[in-house]
């Protein structure tokens, strides 16, 4: 049974993006969940949780596009822990999310959304040819329509 959750908070570190053998690619990040509690009146800080967030493909070249360190996310995911040995032989472990989805908490602000250009002809929903390393390495932006349209959906004159 796979454990899978889903968790708000804010981007804790810059996002880590790798092309793993010009074929796979891969981000990660950590985010910090701090809840607010309110004692006597008065709203305090409870300690940060914090958690490793992964994800691959498409969703690793939107997270390394469109996050920065402080967004407020919401990720949805598989929970692991990550065990390691050190070289002193410390064992060590790491709670991690394997993200499915991620997205900006718009209970925090607003976002817009951008399709991304694709490589291949994969068409929506494809993967990004991250075999192309200038493709990988850059955030584009496809041309769906109009720069001019206003939030609400209708067209500047």
């Excluded at 709670?95 to 900006?104: K, N, Q, S, V, Y």
């Excluded at 584009?140 to 959906?153: I, K, N, S, W």
């Amino acid at each position: 049974m796979d454990a899978h959750v889903w968790m708000t908070g804010r981007v804790g570190s810059d996002v880590d993006y790798k092309v793993i053998n010009n074929t796979f690619a891969v981000a990660s990040f950590r985010m910090a969940c701090t809840p607010r509690t309110q004692r006597n009146g008065e709203w305090t800080d409870e300690p940060t949780t914090w958690v490793s967030v992964r994800c691959a493909r498409s969703l690793a070249e939107g997270a390394k596009c469109s996050l920065i360190k402080g967004d407020p996310i919401a990720v949805i995911g598989r929970l692991r822990t990550h065990t390691w040995t050190d070289s002193e032989g410390g064992l060590h472990e790491q709670l991690r999310i394997e993200a499915i989805t991620l997205g900006h908490d718009l209970t925090q602000g607003t976002s817009a959304f951008r399709r991304l250009r694709r490589s291949n002809e994969n068409g929506p929903g494809g993967e990004v040819d991250a075999g192309n390393e200038a493709v990988a390495a850059e955030c584009h932006a496809a041309d769906d329509g109009p720069d001019d349209v206003t939030r609400d959906g209708d067209a500047d004159e």
